[in-house]
């Protein structure tokens, strides 16, 4: 286990500003009367500012102490689950934010299946990570790696493929920073069929 975030807790907040709210709620097209998941949310420090906008909210994350301050703001229930096995039924949540995280999980295509298939049919998953091909964010993941973080970066094409692989239609965003943001949709059934049907059809 990767105890980097148990020291990192009572500071966390205060270092790492969180992305635009107004920006991740229209990626995620909110508001929406439904649960949001935050995996590997940390402290909240993002899905906090959104919790206005959504039904309910739960924060996941590996960290305990992470998660102690995610409580202490009242605004959500925290878990504490592998990301790549969380304890959820199948299409719980109406969303799903992943932000700044994906690179610390163990095993990411099966973080994506597993995300993928907690999303209702309808549902929209967002994924911001750092842009690994920027020479900032590769001295990042340098840093990241002498500190034995255990971090392992994809490019947004590589991720938006896992996406894909785990069923979902996605794309990627940019919003001009280090950052990239990956955008996918679970369709319902109905779509999916229609869609297959459609790419049967002789040309």
């Not at 907040?13 to 992305?19: H, K």
């Not at 896992?162 to 955008?183: C, K, Q, R, Y």
Request: charge should be negative; proline fraction near 7%.
């Amino acid at each position: 286990m990767n105890y980097h975030f148990d020291i990192l807790a009572p500071f966390y907040d205060g270092a790492i500003p969180p992305p635009d709210p107004d920006w991740l709620a229209g990626l995620l097209r909110l508001p929406k009367d439904g649960w949001l998941l935050d995996a590997g949310g940390g402290t909240g420090r993002v899905s906090a500012l959104l919790r206005d906008r959504v039904g309910g909210l739960v924060i996941s994350d590996l960290s305990a102490p992470m998660l102690n301050k995610a409580q202490a703001k009242q605004v959500a229930c925290p878990v504490q689950a592998r990301v790549e096995r969380l304890p959820f039924a199948d299409g719980q949540f109406d969303r799903v934010v992943v932000v700044d995280a994906m690179h610390h999980f163990a095993n990411q295509s099966l973080a994506v299946i597993e995300l993928a298939r907690m999303l209702k049919p309808g549902g929209r998953i967002v994924i911001e990570e750092p842009d690994i091909r920027q020479t900032r964010v590769k001295l990042m993941a340098l840093g990241e790696k002498l500190a034995l973080m255990g971090s392992h970066f994809h490019t947004p094409q590589h991720l938006k493929l896992m996406l894909i692989g785990a069923g979902l239609a996605a794309e990627v965003v940019t919003d001009g920073s280090p950052s990239a943001w990956i955008v996918g949709d679970k369709r319902h059934e109905a779509d999916v069929g229609m869609a297959e049907a459609e790419g049967e059809r002789p040309q």
